[in-house]
């Protein structure tokens, strides 16, 4: 099975800091994709990377980048965090050539962050 | 605007009953995922069916798929308090990038 890894359950920060949250794939994966979940909004998409060092905006970029260095991993930076940034964090990986893009992704379990 | 809407928001029923939870979604679609999240963890995939299917089978799940009214229905058929969770529909749009919708936060009552 499939096993994608975020490196915290619960984390605290406080505003301003830079934040970066980690995820790690143990599947080969190519794409890798991290989300924010909100109460009403559902699961936004923030970034997504299709392969090493290369990444894409998704729905909400704004305060947030991302690396991607090694294939297994993919991060995600808090530049400064604001309390707007308080949400669940879920990292997914999908295998990544064209045929497989409609396969589905896989999930870590989130991290749920609080920005105080 | 999301993809994917779930209807209704949440459902609550005893055990042993069925439940029926829907999908719309706006624009054309490969196919059409369920997902389930049990409260604070991950989504789990449970079910993909493709635009050219209508139905589609696993264990207690059918899921139908109607591309005319661009809508989808999920059902779990005699339910069990395990099966308390939300369930999200999905839908790809380019690259692969899923869009989701709010989910329905199912409760079933021992």
């Known amino acids: 099975d499939v096993k994608v890894t975020q490196s915290s359950r619960y984390l605290v920060k406080r505003t301003g800091e830079k934040v970066f949250l980690e995820c790690v794939q143990d599947m080969d994966h190519e794409n890798m994709f991290w989300y924010r979940q909100d109460p009403g909004l559902g699961l936004r998409l923030i970034y997504f990377s299709y392969d090493v060092k290369m990444k894409e905006k998704g729905d909400i970029p704004e305060g947030y980048s991302v690396s991607r260095e090694k294939k297994e991993r993919f991060s995600l930076i808090l530049e400064s965090a604001s309390t707007n940034q308080t949400s669940m964090y879920l990292c997914?990986?999908?295998?990544?050539?064209?045929?497989?893009?409609?396969?589905?992704?896989?999930f870590g379990d989130g991290t749920r962050l609080s920005i105080l | 605007s999301q993809q994917g809407e779930e209807d209704p928001q949440a459902l609550s029923i005893q055990e042993g009953e069925n439940a029926t939870m829907n999908c719309s979604y706006k624009t054309s679609i490969n196919n059409l995922q369920w997902y389930r999240q049990n409260s604070g963890r991950g989504l789990v995939h449970l079910i993909l069916i493709r635009s050219n299917e209508r139905e589609k089978h696993s264990g207690r799940l059918r899921v139908t798929l109607d591309t005319s009214k661009k809508s989808s229905s999920l059902l779990i058929t005699a339910s069990r308090a395990a099966d308390t969770a939300s369930y999200f529909c999905?839908?790809?749009?380019?690259?692969?990038?899923?869009?989701f919708g709010q989910g329905t936060i199912l409760t079933v009552h021992p």
């Open positions: 999905a839908t790809i749009t380019s690259y692969g990038k899923l869009t």
């Open positions: 997914a990986s999908r295998a990544g050539r064209r045929a497989l893009w409609g396969q589905p992704q896989h």
